[in-house]
C-alpha cells in the first residue's frame, strides 16, 4: 500500500475493476489516470516538505488534482 494519501484505491473504493477495464479500454483514460498519480504525487511531496513549492503553486496541483479527479468520476459514471 502507497504511503501517499488521495491514491485512487482510496478515492474510490470499490471501483478498481471499473477502473482497470476502463484503462485498457480507452487510453485518454489511461493517460488520465497517470496524470492523477503524477500530479498526487507532487502534492503529496510539497505537503510532507520532500519537494516544497510556493502556496500559490500546490494550491494549484490541489486543483488540478480535483479537476482530474472529476474527470475519472465521470467517466467512470459513463462506464
Known sequence: MSNTP??????????GEAISKLKVADPDFARLLARYDEVN????LAETNIAPVDQLTE??????RLRI???ISQALSGS
Do not use: I
Open 41 to 44: 504525487d507532487q502534492v503529496h
Open 69 to 71: 479527479k472529476d474527470a
Open 59 to 64: 494550491t494549484e496541483l490541489r486543483k488540478e
Open 6 to 15: 488521495h491514491t485512487l484505491a482510496d478515492e474510490f473504493p470499490g471501483a
